[in-house]
């Protein structure tokens, strides 16, 4: 990801500034939108996770806060509803969907026998409040994580095809300005600059070679 977000904007700096060669020139309709496109993407990515990282903790802030109103409350039933089980409602926070669940039962088990209880309409009307801000939040930080899979999958569809073209519009530039020229340097990534030095400094110890590889200018790996 790191080397696409410096050869997108790099090979539309040299398609535009060899705009004068035809061949060159070709590629500004395809790898200009092109390169625009997966930077474009790219940057989306990254808000997206940025937001699931804000998503997700003002999930798990909610599901703090209700299971704080679940324990608070279950400590008073406890003492004033007969059979009341307190260990089934005394779950570790973290586990979003199980304190929702617990919640809910407990809001249930009120409405059903606790007619008698003063403090009823109280405990239910935060606990449905607690319920509704709790499940609100697990639903968006559940919508971010599918929105970032699919953005995901969508920035490495067009990863592929920009290097596709890459490859082709590398081979084009070597092959009109020669692989010494800074627009080729640009256009390559640091393993395969390492691997062409090694392979030019071998071809000068053949002559026979460099003269073959000099008939086929546009032979590019």
């Given at each position: 990801m790191h080397d696409v977000r410096r050869l997108a904007p790099a090979s539309i700096g040299v398609v535009q500034r060899n705009a004068g060669k035809p061949a060159i020139a070709a590629y500004i309709p395809t790898m200009v939108p092109m390169?625009?496109?997966?930077?474009?993407?790219?940057?989306?990515?990254?808000?997206?996770?940025?937001?699931?990282?804000?998503?997700?903790?003002r999930s798990d802030e909610q599901t703090a806060v209700l299971n704080g109103v679940l324990l608070g409350w279950s400590g008073r039933l406890v003492r004033d509803v007969e059979g009341f089980d307190l260990g089934a409602y005394t779950r570790n926070a973290s586990l979003t969907f199980d304190v929702t669940q617990k919640a809910n039962s407990l809001k249930q088990l009120v409405e059903q026998k606790g007619a008698e209880l003063p403090y009823r309409d109280a405990l239910l009307a935060e606990l449905t409040a607690r319920i509704d801000s709790a499940s609100a939040a697990d639903d968006a930080a559940h919508a971010a994580r599918v929105a970032l899979q699919e953005k995901q999958r969508e920035v490495r569809e067009l990863v592929i095809s920009f290097h596709q073209e890459l490859v082709s519009l590398r081979r084009t530039v070597r092959a009109v300005l020669g692989s010494s020229h800074l627009d080729y340097q640009r256009l390559r990534v640091p393993e395969r600059a390492a691997a062409e030095a090694a392979s030019d400094e071998a071809s000068e110890t053949k002559p026979s070679e460099t003269q073959s590889d000099a008939k086929s200018p546009t032979s590019d790996s």
């Open positions: 390169a625009s496109d997966v930077l474009a993407a790219i940057q989306q990515l990254d808000t997206l996770k940025t937001d699931q990282v804000a998503l997700i903790g």
